[in-house]
């Protein structure tokens, strides 16, 4: 007995457990070394450099100076132009992403529900088929369909429902619902698939109907599919460039495709890395309040 | 008087062309019974448990809870409730949002909803536990939580899925004994399911044996360890020696080795029966002792002795099997050695001449 209890004083012993502790890190920081190293050389370090050139200025030429810094660039994001097209990005994003959890969420659970594992697999298959080709190319494709003589266009003047779509609002949500639609199928997949129906069963043991169960069961326990979706669908659609810039209008100009405007014909480097940096901070801090509200089920 | 708790009428459930699960049961449990379903795993005990519950729904027969017809009626409109073999707790709620969860979803609210949360909580002995996340207990708390979630509803009849069948031994022992008093505390019928005949025993009035989908024998505990139909029951239901014979007269039986026994027999002389004769049942003794009038005797040979700690396990070999005695382990019980001659007796009412 007395050896028993000298045995497990050792084993409960602070300094050994915080050693252990220490070696399990030094251990995890050396397989993760070379993740480290890329990550610092080619996403850490060009971040610093984004956000200190937008306190930089410019030259009469355009040339971006590393020298007399100001918060110019940073007091232009308020001027109503940018705000505007950040608030139309902001919503835009926001119900692209409300788009693709309504039109994501019952076929993930479809897809999940599948009795085989053979159908589920091939389902899944099915929603990746789209990222074999180039992403550049699947946009392209949508331009013909939507075009005056696309066959989207046409069947909606046939019908009388619509007109030409391209370069309008409707097209560019059509391109990022599309675009972005497996983002969020993928992780609600792997969420519902992981329920245990037993719960679901137990539910409406308890007396809850369908649709309740659904409510107070399913639906909390697929929290971290919805949560891991939405970050993943709401993130690119915020900074989407290549979606408003192909299917958009002059009317549908993005932050993203102002950002790459000011880079490039507009030569305002500084002012490019101020809105890049704000659109960071803000993602950073939905991403932070997303995970901490659902960050209990993850 | 009133309605039997549940009945079921031929009931049959098949999964595709093929499965049979459940084939053609009759069934009737009493008000306030404690009826266990015995059988191995893929019987067709829990198929039923969970046509009951309306978790699944036959595929003929039908399903009466106190007098009324079940048919397609979905689980949240039966007045029963289940404790599943897995517990099944909700992994996003406290203990007590568990318990309340079938309270709330009938539309109880407020003070009465804490009360009888509360009052649940208390009987499963977890008072102080309601505000733990389910995932922070123990196995054997869990299945308190999962069995207050239950009863909390007042069912008219409590399902029981194997509910201890996670637990280690000295627990599962507890809670039987203890479900056993919670049972007669509320007063409703209980179903239990279960592989574990031990545990059926214990806690059961009646017990119904399944095997391969069919209802083989319902009867007491007693009853099934006693006079079990056939051979599968007495089989399954701890444990026996079986030795072929025929019936020769009315309570006479000819075994296999020649030796003639006297014997509980329910078929016409000439017909071939199993004698089923449970170990402890049996003495053992040296050879050329004389055995007493009412009692009948094998003659045999030690072929092995197991030492069991609470007791001896002696397999005798009587020429044609091997017949296995159970002497408890007492001081001054003379013991055998491999190769001693021996003579078995028993009382004639311990032979159960089976026919199937």
């Given at each position: 007995?007395t050896?028993?209890?000298?045995?497990?004083k050792?084993?409960?012993?602070?300094?050994?457990?915080?050693?252990?502790e220490k070696?399990?890190a030094?251990?995890?920081?050396?397989t993760a070394l070379?993740?480290?190293?890329?990550?610092?050389a080619?996403?850490?370090?060009?971040?610093v450099?984004v956000?200190?050139?937008?306190?930089?200025?410019r030259?009469?030429t355009?040339?971006?100076?590393?020298?007399?810094?100001?918060l110019?660039?940073?007091?232009?994001?308020?001027d109503?132009l940018?705000?505007g097209l950040?608030w139309?990005?902001?919503w835009l994003?926001?119900?692209?992403?409300?788009l693709c959890?309504?039109?994501g969420?019952?076929?993930?659970?479809?897809?999940?529900?599948r009795?085989r594992?053979?159908?589920?697999?091939l389902?899944l298959?099915?929603?990746?088929?789209?990222?074999?080709?180039?992403?550049?190319?699947r946009?392209?494709?949508?331009?013909?369909?939507?075009?005056?003589d696309g066959?989207v266009?046409?069947?909606?003047?046939?019908?009388?429902?619509?007109?030409?779509?391209l370069?309008?609002?409707?097209?560019v949500?059509?391109?990022?619902?599309?675009?972005?639609l497996?983002?969020m199928?993928l992780?609600?997949?792997?969420?519902?698939?992981?329920i245990?129906?037993?719960?679901?069963?137990?539910?409406r043991?308890?007396y809850?109907?369908g649709?309740?169960?659904?409510?107070?069961v399913?639906?909390?326990?697929?929290?971290?599919?919805?949560v891991?979706?939405?970050?993943?669908v709401?993130i690119?659609s915020l900074?989407a460039?290549?979606?408003p810039?192909?299917?958009?209008?002059?009317n549908?100009?993005?932050?993203?495709?102002?950002?790459?405007?000011?880079?490039?014909?507009?030569r305002?480097?500084?002012?490019g890395?101020a809105?890049s940096?704000?659109?960071?901070?803000?993602?950073?801090?939905a991403?932070?309040?997303?995970f901490?509200?659902?960050g209990?089920?993850? | 008087?009133?309605a039997p708790?549940?009945?079921?009428?031929?009931?049959?459930?098949?999964?595709g062309?093929e499965?049979?699960?459940v084939?053609?049961i009759?069934?009737e449990?009493g008000?306030?019974?404690?009826?266990s379903?015995l059988g191995?795993?893929?019987c067709g005990?829990?198929?039923?448990?969970?046509?009951?519950?309306?978790?699944?729904?036959?595929?003929?027969?039908?399903?009466?809870?106190?007098?009324?017809e079940?048919?397609?009626r979905?689980?949240?409109?039966?007045?029963v409730n289940t404790?599943?073999?897995?517990?099944?707790?909700?992994?996003?709620?406290?203990?007590?949002?568990?318990?309340?969860?079938?309270l709330?979803m009938?539309?109880?609210?407020?003070s009465e909803?804490?009360?009888?949360?509360?009052?649940?909580?208390?009987?499963?002995?977890?008072?102080?536990?309601?505000?733990?996340?389910?995932?922070?207990?123990s196995?054997?708390?869990?299945?308190?939580?999962?069995?207050?979630?239950?009863?909390?509803n007042?069912?008219?009849?409590?399902?029981?899925?194997?509910?201890?069948g996670?637990?280690?031994?000295?627990?599962r022992?507890?809670?039987?004994?203890?479900?056993?008093?919670i049972?007669?505390?509320v007063?409703?019928?209980?179903i239990?399911?279960?592989?574990?005949q031990?545990?059926?025993?214990?806690m059961s009035?009646r017990i119904?044996?399944?095997s391969?989908g069919?209802?083989?024998?319902v009867?007491?505990s007693?009853e099934?360890?006693?006079?079990?139909?056939?051979?599968?029951?007495?089989?399954?239901?701890?444990?026996t020696?079986?030795?072929?014979?025929?019936?020769?007269a009315?309570g006479?039986?000819?075994?296999?080795?020649?030796?003639?026994?006297?014997?509980?027999?329910?078929?016409?002389?000439?017909?071939?029966v199993?004698l089923?004769?449970?170990?402890?049942?049996?003495?053992?003794?040296?050879?050329?002792?004389?055995?007493?009038?009412?009692?009948?005797?094998l003659?045999?040979?030690?072929?092995?002795r197991?030492y069991?700690?609470?007791?001896?396990?002696y397999?005798?070999?009587?020429?044609?099997?091997?017949v296995d005695?159970?002497?408890e382990?007492?001081p001054?019980?003379?013991?055998?050695?491999?190769g001693d001659?021996?003579?078995?007796?028993f009382h004639?009412?311990?032979a159960e001449?089976?026919?199937?």
């Amino acid at each position: 007995m007395t050896q028993l209890a000298e045995y497990e004083k050792v084993e409960v012993n602070p300094e050994l457990e915080e050693k252990a502790e220490k070696e399990k890190a030094r251990r995890g920081l050396f397989t993760a070394l070379p993740a480290y190293v890329y990550l610092i050389a080619f996403f850490a370090i060009p971040l610093v450099l984004v956000f200190v050139f937008s306190f930089a200025s410019r030259s009469r030429t355009g040339t971006p100076v590393l020298a007399d810094w100001n918060l110019e660039s940073w007091a232009r994001l308020f001027d109503p132009l940018v705000a505007g097209l950040a608030w139309r990005s902001l919503w835009l994003a926001v119900v692209n992403t409300l788009l693709c959890l309504l039109i994501g969420y019952p076929f993930a659970y479809w897809i999940a529900t599948r009795q085989r594992s053979s159908t589920r697999n091939l389902l899944l298959v099915l929603v990746l088929i789209p990222f074999w080709s180039n992403f550049l190319v699947r946009t392209y494709a949508w331009r013909t369909l939507l075009d005056v003589d696309g066959f989207v266009t046409q069947f909606g003047e046939a019908t009388g429902l619509w007109g030409q779509l391209l370069f309008t609002l409707p097209a560019v949500f059509i391109g990022l619902l599309y675009g972005y639609l497996p983002f969020m199928v993928l992780p609600l997949f792997a969420a519902i698939e992981r329920i245990d129906w037993n719960l679901v069963e137990a539910a409406r043991d308890l007396y809850a109907s369908g649709s309740d169960a659904f409510r107070r069961v399913t639906l909390p326990l697929s929290r971290p599919g919805i949560v891991a979706g939405s970050i993943l669908v709401f993130i690119p659609s915020l900074g989407a460039y290549v979606t408003p810039d192909i299917l958009g209008g002059p009317n549908t100009t993005l932050i993203g495709e102002y950002i790459v405007t000011q880079f490039g014909a507009a030569r305002n480097w500084p002012f490019g890395a101020a809105v890049s940096s704000a659109i960071l901070i803000v993602m950073l801090i939905a991403t932070i309040y997303y995970f901490r509200s659902g960050g209990r089920t993850l | 008087m009133s309605a039997p708790a549940v009945t079921l009428s031929n009931v049959t459930k098949r999964f595709g062309e093929e499965v049979v699960a459940v084939d053609e049961i009759d069934l009737e449990i009493g008000d306030g019974e404690f009826f266990s379903l015995l059988g191995p795993s893929g019987c067709g005990k829990t198929t039923t448990l969970r046509m009951i519950a309306g978790l699944e729904f036959p595929t003929e027969g039908s399903v009466r809870i106190f007098g009324e017809e079940m048919g397609i009626r979905p689980p949240n409109k039966r007045p029963v409730n289940t404790v599943f073999q897995s517990y099944a707790l909700f992994p996003h709620m406290s203990v007590f949002d568990n318990v309340a969860f079938g309270l709330r979803m009938s539309g109880i609210e407020g003070s009465e909803v804490d009360r009888r949360v509360n009052e649940a909580i208390e009987l499963v002995r977890l008072s102080g536990m309601g505000k733990r996340s389910s995932r922070q207990l123990s196995g054997g708390q869990q299945q308190r939580v999962a069995l207050a979630r239950a009863l909390v509803n007042r069912p008219k009849v409590l399902l029981l899925d194997e509910p201890l069948g996670a637990l280690d031994l000295k627990l599962r022992q507890a809670m039987q004994l203890e479900l056993k008093d919670i049972q007669q505390e509320v007063g409703i019928t209980f179903i239990y399911v279960t592989h574990d005949q031990q545990e059926a025993l214990t806690m059961s009035d009646r017990i119904g044996v399944m095997s391969r989908g069919k209802l083989l024998q319902v009867g007491p505990s007693e009853e099934i360890y006693e006079s079990p139909a056939n051979r599968f029951v007495a089989e399954f239901i701890g444990e026996t020696n079986f030795i072929e014979g025929e019936v020769t007269a009315p309570g006479e039986v000819k075994l296999s080795n020649g030796t003639l026994v006297k014997a509980r027999t329910h078929s016409e002389p000439g017909s071939a029966v199993t004698l089923t004769l449970r170990p402890e049942k049996l003495n053992i003794n040296a050879p050329d002792t004389a055995v007493p009038p009412d009692r009948c005797s094998l003659e045999g040979k030690v072929h092995r002795r197991i030492y069991y700690g609470d007791a001896l396990f002696y397999e005798v070999d009587i020429g044609t099997v091997v017949v296995d005695v159970m002497v408890e382990n007492r001081p001054g019980v003379p013991r055998w050695s491999e190769g001693d001659e021996v003579v078995l007796d028993f009382h004639p009412e311990a032979a159960e001449a089976l026919t199937e």
